[in-house]
């Protein structure tokens, strides 16, 4: 950077001008910085972009660095990219596995949550995803709550919770479920869809008497 200001007294620093940083969480950019010693945190300010060989996490407003906790919480239109998959929501918490290799082992993502897997993608306003600690640290299971939304190129799938297991190609919806595909569409209380076939299963909650219902039109020619 520039200009930059360090107190060794109090163990802080802070500049006010873009900065630039290499390290063991990978290389760092952003408008401004602040850095507390004794709680070992650094605060990227304004647009920021924290890049490694996992991926690629960049933030409009803020970016805090945990370091001892191994997590950091980016705030405005936080976005994580990893090779084929991405995350975008207003607020994303990233938790990592040790302070060697940092691979990613949780992800949280809060506000108009979007997550995109080649040609599906997944929408909820809270999202919590955990990862496999292998090499190719991809995802193992992701949960959904509020106003989820499963888009792919068969059809939409709604629901007010939901899991998406990929190695198993499976995705499950609970309450208030709906599958629509080509205007036909279907309601349920839990949903089970194979991505690999398309083939859903929808079920109602027969305890409180409910029922499968839906409209299907004619295909046309």
């Known amino acids: 950077t520039q200009k ?36 070992n945190q650094l605060n990227l300010k304004g647009y920021n972009q924290i ?8 933030a409009e407003k803020e970016t805090r660095i945990y370091r001892n906790d191994n997590k950091s ?6 976005t994580i990219q990893q090779a084929e998959s991405s995350m975008r929501a207003d607020k994303i918490i990233a938790y990592f596995s040790d302070k060697g290799k940092k691979q990613i082992k949780k ?30 640290n991809e995802i193992k299971t992701a ?5 989820v939304q499963v888009i792919t190129t068969k059809g939409t799938a709604h629901g007010k919770r939901g899991v998406y297991s990929p190695q198993a190609q499976k995705v499950d919806l609970y309450d208030d479920v709906v599958l629509e ?9 839990h949903a089970q869809t194979d991505l690999s076939t398309s083939v859903s299963r929808i079920t109602a909650n027969e ?5 499968i219902s839906g409209i299907f039109y004619k295909r046309k020619k």
């Not at 993502?109 to 995803?129: N, P, R, S, W």
């Not at 305890?207 to 029922?211: D, E, L, P």
């Open 207 to 211: 305890k409180n008497g409910g029922r």
């Open 73 to 78: 919480v980016s705030y405005g239109n936080a």
């Open 181 to 189: 595909q080509n205007g036909n569409f279907i309601k349920g209380t």
């Open 107 to 136: 992800l949280e993502a809060y506000g108009k949550a979007v997550i995109t897997m080649e040609d599906k993608t997944l929408l909820a306003d809270k999202v919590e995803v955990l990862f496999t600690l292998n090499a190719k």
């Open 4 to 39: 930059a200001t360090y107190d060794f007294k109090k163990e802080y620093g802070f500049g006010d001008m873009p900065v630039n940083a290499v390290g063991d969480w990978g290389t760092l950019q952003a408008k401004a910085f602040t850095f507390n010693k004794k709680r």
């Open 51 to 58: 890049t490694t060989d996992k991926g690629i996490l960049t």
């Open 143 to 147: 949960y959904a709550y509020g106003n």
